[in-house]
């Protein structure tokens, strides 16, 4: 359950990066790689949780899902769904990957 | 509807963990010291290899020890004549930060090792999403845990350095197929360093002394 400390430290950020005020932000966008190891349930909940300590029990979390891309050493660039899945050109699992890993804030918007 | 304004930001949720994790390094590295955060399941061995360490590894350490509750692994390093051993009881957390970190090593005299083990809670999935300042993240499993460990938890093995397959010498008596072990962990990260060892006879702490010599 490490999602609650990630929520802690993305509420943090916010009132460091963007207002101290939190009780006026209204949304906040967050992207997850599907292979972040972070479910996306726990952390909306763990966001809103805390922010509802705020005196900000109406905020809106959203949370869009990105797939791992992965470039082969063979220079072919594929989605990988599967961590057990090969490259469909040359069959192998040397690749490093490109996205997919990161918990990133995209941004948030506050009320005026 | 109330107007509002939009702010891009596009920055790591974990922004505030990395920025202490840097600092962290940045220590290490000041200090000349290699820093190693070993992650694995509660029983792995995690301990009883830091304690065949610390009679068999030619280099001057230190160990931090996290577990939820109690200083028993940090006093079992003790007992067996790792001096330089620190617990943190996290009360309740399921992994160690990069804070929590930064506190404890205050405690030890930076100057006088070369090494530092971080041995961290006993879970297979929280400790990997957390950078320490380590330099390596290491995966411990051990053969009585079953053979299916690197699929279940693939966040730990697709950022960790080196697989240590520790109980080595329970392999006659398990069903577990090393080989699938071992293709599952190249699967995960094609470099990763893969390690057998025993910390009841010894096998295989030969290479991994070689191997964390050679990385520093």
């Known amino acids: 359950m490490h999602e609650f400390a990630l929520a802690q430290d993305i509420v943090e950020t916010i009132s460091v990066k963007v207002t101290d005020d939190l009780e006026k932000v209204s949304n906040i966008n967050i992207v997850i790689g599907e292979f972040s190891g972070v479910v996306a349930e726990s952390l909306d909940f763990g966001i809103k949780a805390i922010l509802a300590e705020k005196n900000n029990p109406d905020v809106n979390v959203n949370i869009e899902k990105v797939p791992t891309i992965a470039r082969c050493q063979c220079g072919n660039e594929y989605q990988l769904n599967d961590i057990l899945e090969t490259c469909q050109e040359c069959h192998s699992f040397n690749r490093k990957l490109l996205s997919g890993m990161d918990v990133i804030i995209n941004s948030v918007e506050i009320l005026e | ?216």
């Not at chain 2, 107007?3 to 200090?31: G, M, V, Y």
């Not at chain 2, 990069?98 to 041995?119: A, G, N, S």
């Not at chain 2, 053979?147 to 697709?158: G, I, N, Q, S």
């Open chain 2, 1 to 216: 509807m109330k107007k509002t304004t939009k702010k891009e930001l596009n920055i790591s949720a974990q922004e505030r963990n990395k920025l202490i994790a840097a600092e962290n390094r940045d220590l290490f590295k000041t200090s000349d010291i290699f820093t190693v955060n070993i992650i694995g399941s509660p029983g792995c061995g995690k301990t009883s290899i830091l304690e065949y360490t610390a009679n068999h590894f030619d280099e001057k350490f230190a160990v931090i020890v996290g577990d939820v509750k109690t200083a028993l692994d940090s006093d079992r390093l003790i007992q067996s004549g790792q001096k330089n051993a620190y617990a943190i009881e996290t009360g309740g957390g399921c992994h160690l930060t990069p804070t929590m970190i930064k506190e404890k090593v205050h405690e030890i005299d930076v100057k006088d090792i070369d090494y530092l083990f971080i041995e961290n809670v006993g879970n297979l999935v929280c400790p990997s999403s957390f950078d320490l300042g380590e330099n390596l993240k290491i995966a411990v499993l051990s053969i009585p845990e079953g053979d299916e460990k690197v699929r279940k938890y693939p966040a730990l093995f697709l950022r960790a350095a080196a697989v240590i397959i520790n109980k080595i010498d329970l392999l006659d008596f398990m069903d577990y197929d090393i080989e699938r072990v071992k293709a599952d962990c190249h699967a995960h990260n094609s470099n990763v360093k893969i390690f057998e060892t025993s910390a009841k006879t010894g096998a295989g702490f030969d290479k991994w002394f070689e191997f964390l010599k050679e990385q520093r």
